[in-house]
């Protein structure tokens, strides 16, 4: 089974500051890698995907993650920080040959003016 | 406009009466899917169907079922609703089993 683990579950940072995201991914098989993101009472919304081209993935609203396969780490990033990137952030996981998907348990991003 | 909706959005019972949850998409997609988020879990996969006629269990599948009569619609059935589904439910369709498109969800309260 997979299982995707997000280091902390609360995170906050300063409006313009470096937002890092931990992601780290259990899998025997190379993966497909998700970010979502979910605004107060919406549903969830892509941000970027990993499919096996280009390691580091770039996203919307100025997000990117990268893939390191030998530190099964999926970090979702954004150089600097704006208010309405407030929102919960949702690593999720697929394998190529499983119709499931893993996500998990969220990150609050906080955003301090 | 592409989406995916979900009815109702809001639902208050009480254990045991049966209830559904409807799910449509417009994209023609043939994966669709069920989840149910909880605080501290992020989202649990229910059932998914890959296409008409095709349904197989997630990782919680207990206490649910689904159905795919038709491409578009992939309804959630709780036939004896409990207290610990309680949830905020998510339903999503894909093309290619990669991206998922999510409905807005709906929170489900049972007393």
């Known amino acids: 089974a997979q299982s995707v683990t997000q280091l902390g579950s609360h995170v906050s940072v300063s409006e313009g500051a470096l937002v890092l995201l931990r992601c780290n991914y259990s899998s025997s098989v190379p993966p497909y890698l998700f970010w979502y993101v979910q605004y107060p009472n919406q549903g969830l919304q892509l941000l970027l995907k990993y499919t096996s081209a280009a390691t580091l993935v770039k996203g919307i609203n100025g997000f990117e993650a990268e893939f390191k396969k030998s530190e099964t780490s999926f970090h979702l990033t954004k150089p600097s920080a704006h208010m309405s990137d407030a929102a919960e952030y949702f690593c999720?996981?697929?394998?190529?040959?499983?119709?499931?998907?893993?996500f998990g348990s969220g990150t609050k991003l906080n955003v301090k003016p | 406009e592409a989406q995916v909706t979900q009815n109702p959005r809001y639902l208050i019972t009480v254990t045991g009466k049966k209830l559904t949850v409807t799910c449509s998409q417009n994209?023609?997609?043939?994966?669709m899917s069920w989840y149910r988020q909880d605080p501290g879990l992020g989202l649990r996969q229910i059932y998914y169907s890959m296409n008409v006629e095709v349904t197989d269990k997630g990782d919680v599948p207990e206490g649910y079922k689904v159905s795919r009569k038709e491409k578009r619609n992939f309804p959630l059935i709780l036939e004896s609703p409990s207290p610990n589904q309680t949830s905020l439910y998510f339903c999503a369709s894909s093309d290619s089993q990669e991206t998922q498109y999510f409905g807005p969800g709906t929170r489900l309260l049972v007393l």
């Open positions: 994209m023609n997609h043939e994966y």
């Open positions: 999720a996981v697929k394998g190529y040959n499983f119709n499931k998907f893993y």
